[in-house]
């Protein structure tokens, strides 16, 4: 076990590198300059260069980054608020966008469990096509249009919530939003919940529950549920880094002023350093999240940790 | 047991079952080919058969959609900006009258530019957009711009996800070793960053966005192709063709690549959506195709500016995106069920 969560970690370290490699290269590659203010002269720009360090040689600039980037040191945004540190800029913005996003997994993982739950035990009825009609909606039709159509109907024609994100009324303005990007989240488990609990609600020891005598929420909580859960968890990890993704819009939608605003204005505006932070924060969240959710499937499963030694 | 005395069945007590003609179709053992099999389990499948024909339908839209009325997808009329959907045909009815509830501050009050300007004979479908240009000639030359991205990213997708899977799986060991750490790290890469970043660099159009998507999306199309591949190689088929004296990339492409061809396709169709979904996003982020062309996600993006005071003008292209991406899947759904029935579900 130790063993492989050592060559996990080492595998995500490894990954992560790459990654600042493959940022930093594409970023040297990027057109235009974040010093294009006309008013500067050569000299000027000479020595915003040297106060960046971006006079120095490419290899020199790389490894000066990943070691500020390892202590935390994100540098400095250039243009979107000049000289502030990057960190402070993300400080800020992360706890509105992790909140967020943390009610829409929360909210879209219940719903989800519930919907799935029900289709699978009331399986070939009504309830069960239309808990598949709901997930597949969910599933293909993109978060934001999803928001575009809360904050019209709900938002501007009933105005039953704020149409833009407000600190004044953060619970009431977070709703619309929160919605709109779990049901990318909700559908997904919905689907997933009931094929496997499908499965095992047809297997051989759940017959062995029922014939004990176990009935009723003990026999489905207790040991389908249980054992549905398990794949669930995998399934979990990419939503919530697609919900990371997703999130850049329905931001932009409600005006919320999170990592995914930010990140949008930074590409607008040419903003190298923030783009290129806020890739690294995204990237590293994800790998985070997948580091964690396969060290947990290991422990819970075992055979895919040997499954794993024999690849 | 009380009543030991054991039942003498007599004959009446069975009726021939008239089953005359069922006996004549072996429905079970008769020998069909695999892909009339498939074309049935298929269009026994409703929502697999609604998808196809909305695609098809939206397909034949995009292609005869824009040539249907006088305008142009980029001419301008600035007089006639704004203008709510008519269709003359349909104004008896009290829809698509060309009218409009604008809100104010003070109240709600309804509108309708051509009665006020007097052009009773002029109609726009979809209505017009803030610069004059008809919404319907747009939807579907945006449509058009949409799927050919979607399609032409999603094809190439295949043709390097599944060479790099199938001849990863084939080899194996240490080629399959670094093949495989090589995908980890790509994959370990956020999408959309990636994306993002590249359209930064590269000038934005059509074939730089086919491009970046096309960098992106492979990675799950390799790692079907190859489990199916691990899967075969050991088969006897494989053993024989080598046995024959068959190279490598001729087992790989040849051999192997036409019995793995269900997975890939339905693989194939569910990409699609995903591109369409991440085409939508960049022009919504302002790096989609350049003005003053179109596609679904840049003209919902300027129908977003203005979506409380015209929703008309953002509809058509959401739902149309909506559409073609539900049916994308629902066709994808189908293609896995019919291809492999006995698959668990994803």
């Known amino acids: 076990m130790k063993k492989y969560i050592g060559k996990r970690i080492l595998t995500s370290l490894f990954t992560l590198l790459a990654i600042l490699l493959v940022l930093f290269i594409l970023m040297q590659l990027m057109p235009g300059s974040p010093f294009n203010d006309e008013k500067l002269n050569a000299d000027q720009r000479a020595a915003l260069y040297t106060k960046y360090g971006l006079d120095q040689p490419i290899v020199v600039q790389f490894f000066k980054y990943v070691g500020n980037m390892l202590k935390g040191d994100l540098g400095v945004s250039y243009n979107i608020s000049k000289n502030t540190p990057i960190s402070q800029l993300i400080q800020t913005r992360l706890p509105i966008s992790i909140r967020i996003g943390g009610c829409a997994v929360g909210l879209g993982a219940v719903v989800g469990l519930v919907l799935g739950l029900i289709a699978a035990l009331k399986h070939d009825t009504i309830w069960d096509s239309l808990a598949t009609v709901i997930s597949v909606i969910g599933v293909s039709v993109p978060s934001y249009v999803f928001a575009l159509a809360l904050s019209y109907n709900f938002g501007f024609k009933l105005g039953w919530f704020p149409m833009l994100f407000s600190q004044q009324d953060v619970l009431g303005s977070s709703v619309l939003p929160s919605i709109s990007l779990s049901m990318f989240t909700m559908a997904s488990i919905a689907r997933f919940t009931r094929s496997e609990m499908l499965e095992v609600l047809g297997s051989d020891y759940m017959l062995l529950a029922e014939s004990k005598g176990i009935s009723g929420a003990a026999l489905i909580f207790r040991h389908a549920l249980r054992n549905a ?69 290991g422990i819970i499963d075992p055979r895919i940790r040997l499954a794993k030694k024999g690849d | 047991m009380e009543n030991a005395a054991a039942y003498v069945p007599v004959e009446t007590d069975f009726k021939l079952k008239h089953n005359a003609g069922a006996d004549l179709i072996d429905e079970n053992y008769a020998a069909q080919s695999f892909w009339k099999d498939v074309f049935i389990r298929y269009f026994r499948k409703i929502s697999a058969v609604i998808g196809l024909v909305l695609i098809l339908v939206i397909s034949v839209f995009a292609v005869i959609g824009p040539g249907m009325n006088e305008y142009t997808y980029s001419g301008q009329e600035l007089s006639q900006k704004n203008f709510a959907p008519r269709i003359i045909a ?139 591949m691990l899967k075969l190689k050991e088969q006897e088929f494989v053993l024989a ?68 005071t015209h929703p008309y003008q953002i509809i058509p292209p959401i739902v149309v995106m909506a559409l073609l991406m539900l049916s994308f899947n629902l066709v994808a759904d189908g293609l896995r069920e019919a291809l492999d029935p006995k698959m668990k579900e994803m």
Do not use: H
Request: proline share 4%; net charge negative.
């Open chain 1, 229 to 297: 859960l398990i794949p669930i968890i995998t399934v979990l990890a990419p939503l919530i880094v697609d919900l990371m993704t997703g999130s850049l819009v329905v931001e932009k939608i409600f005006a919320i002023p999170g990592v995914g605003s930010l990140l949008v204005t930074a590409i607008q505006s040419n903003d190298y350093n923030v783009v290129i932070s806020l890739s690294f924060i995204y990237s590293a969240m994800y790998i985070g999240i997948m580091l964690v959710v396969d060290i947990l499937y």
């Open chain 2, 90 to 228: 349909l104004e008896k009815f009290g829809i698509f009258d060309g009218s409009e509830t604008m809100r104010t501050t003070t109240g709600s009050k309804e509108i309708n530019y051509y009665t006020e300007k007097g052009l009773t004979d002029l109609e726009y479908w979809f209505g017009s957009d803030n610069f004059g240009r008809d919404i319907w000639t747009r939807t579907w030359s945006g449509a058009r711009v949409s799927l050919i991205i979607a399609i032409a990213a999603a094809i190439i997708d295949m043709v390097i996800g599944m060479s790099y899977g199938l001849i990863s799986g084939y080899f194996g060991g240490r080629v399959d070793m670094i093949m495989q750490r090589i995908l980890e790290i790509a994959n370990g890469i956020p999408r959309l960053v990636i994306v993002t970043l590249l359209l930064l660099v590269l000038q934005p159009g059509m074939l730089t966005i086919i491009f970046a998507l096309m960098l992106t999306e492979w990675v799950g199309m390799s790692r079907i192709a190859r489990a199916e």
């Open chain 2, 241 to 308: 063709s080598r046995t024959l004296g068959a190279g490598n990339f001729f087992i790989i492409f040849k051999e192997v690549l036409p019995n793995i061809i269900g997975p890939i396709i339905t693989q194939v169709m569910f990409s699609i959506p995903t591109a369409i979904f991440t085409e939508a996003f960049l022009s919504f982020v302002g790096l989609g195709i350049p003005v003053p062309r179109c596609s679904l996600g840049s003209l919902i993006s300027e129908g977003f500016n203005s979506f409380t």
